[in-house]
């Protein structure tokens, strides 16, 4: 677990998982949707359907939930790209728009990328996104990562195609900006 002021992220636990599926699957077209992946389609579903697949989330290190003031407000995950490389992705997802550009995102990922670094043999920790994600970007761009890769119009979206844009950072270049 670890924290900044009012922010917190921390592995999953059992009880957590209501509010979740609250987040994430109750809802048939969500806002957050739009902002994350919105080319993949959403699937929504009851909490019966949810449960069985979520209990495997609980206690993960990969998949970890980001509170605010002592309420989950969205989560922020990593996934191996190559893991005999030791290339990983992070991401991460407030599910409240009344959450969006208040500087959480950044705060919680300085978190998790300082997590991440910590605990696994990391050289470089990055993401993947969409031009469309203008905040996402952003995020990128104040925690000091680099646009690293834009593959022009590989995504497709409300009949209008975005690029594809991967960034990241070093660990050398997180640990000389701190």
Do not use: C
């Not at 993947?128 to 925690?143: A, H, P, Q």
């Amino acid at each position: 677990m670890y924290t900044d002021n009012e922010l917190t992220i921390r592995p999953i636990m059992e009880n957590d998982l209501f509010r979740l599926w609250e987040l994430i699957y109750k809802d048939e077209q969500p806002e957050w949707k739009k902002w994350d992946a919105p080319y993949y389609p959403h699937n929504s579903m009851t909490y019966e359907e949810f449960l069985p697949s979520a209990e495997k989330w609980i206690g993960k290190e990969n998949f970890w939930v980001i509170e605010v003031n002592g309420i989950i407000r969205g989560i922020t995950s990593y996934y191996w790209e190559h893991e005999p490389s030791h290339w990983l992705e992070l991401g991460i997802v407030f599910h409240e728009a009344n959450t969006w550009g208040k500087g959480l995102g950044t705060r919680t990922l300085n978190l998790w990328i300082n997590h991440l670094f910590n605990s696994l043999p990391l050289v470089r920790v990055g993401f993947s996104t969409w031009s469309g994600n203008e905040r996402m970007i952003r995020v990128g761009e104040k925690l000091g990562m680099q646009m690293e890769a834009r593959i022009r119009k590989a995504r497709y979206y409300n009949g209008q195609y975005y690029d594809s844009i991967r960034m990241g950072i070093l660990r050398d270049e997180w640990e000389n900006a701190k």
